[in-house]
């Protein structure tokens, strides 16, 4: 339940199919929706608005849950075709391949703690780019080693490493500056100016010598 994709049918298959044939503004190929790959798949009678769950099964991170999968000989088989039928090897062919498998809605519901066969590599690599952000309260040296790819690979910490910090950001221009904070900017003038306050109010409200704070 945690995991699984929720798409909303949004487009007949008719349409759909309409749409796999049209190219993008860079003359490239339509993108491929899995949830309607899976409802063609199964030959399932689906309405708007009807909503597919899904789970990808890929083994590496880099795969979605569908991808368009070029086939190509290799080097010796292209020599080997050349040798039996004294011409050039047929053009490369594309499939479109599906690294998902449609989930029951009812069953999911009735079952939400139901495990099933998932891309771990890329659930790992999602779990990390979504916590990564919250190790800005760690020092540097906790910040390179505490997101691993797999369990073996985590290490241990001391007390005093995982002191939590604050003020130093992963890159210079994720923070600003107390200068930055203080300046009224041009937007902030417009929008004082329309209600009719005064933009440096909130210096007068400031507590007296707040300007050695800022050198």
Request: proline share 5%; glycine share 6%; charged share 30%.
């Amino acid at each position: 339940m945690k995991i699984a994709q929720r798409a909303k049918v949004k487009l007949s298959i008719e349409d759909y199919i309409k749409r796999t044939k049209q190219k993008t503004k860079a003359g490239g190929d339509m993108s491929r929706m899995a949830h309607i790959e899976l409802v063609i798949k199964h030959k399932l009678n689906v309405n708007l608005g009807d909503v597919i769950f899904y789970v990808n099964n890929g083994t590496k991170a880099s795969e979605g849950d569908v991808q368009k999968v070029t086939k190509k000989l290799t080097k010796k088989q292209t020599e080997e075709y050349v040798a039996t039928y004294k011409k050039n090897p047929p053009p490369p062919t594309s499939e479109i391949q599906l690294n998902c498998y449609m989930l029951n809605q009812k069953t999911l519901e009735d079952n939400p703690e139901m495990t099933g066969d998932y891309n771990v590599a890329r659930a790992v690599v999602t779990f990390n780019k979504r916590i990564e952000p919250l190790l800005v309260v760690f020092k540097q040296e906790v910040r390179d080693n505490l997101i691993v790819n797999s369990p073996d690979e985590r290490g241990l910490f001391t007390k005093d490493q995982c002191e939590l910090i604050n003020g130093v950001p992963f890159e210079p221009e994720d923070q600003d500056s107390v200068d930055d904070l203080l300046t009224i900017t041009e937007q902030e003038l417009k929008y004082w100016g329309k209600r009719g306050i005064d933009p440096n109010h909130i210096y007068e409200l400031a507590e007296t010598g707040w300007e050695k704070y800022i050198m």
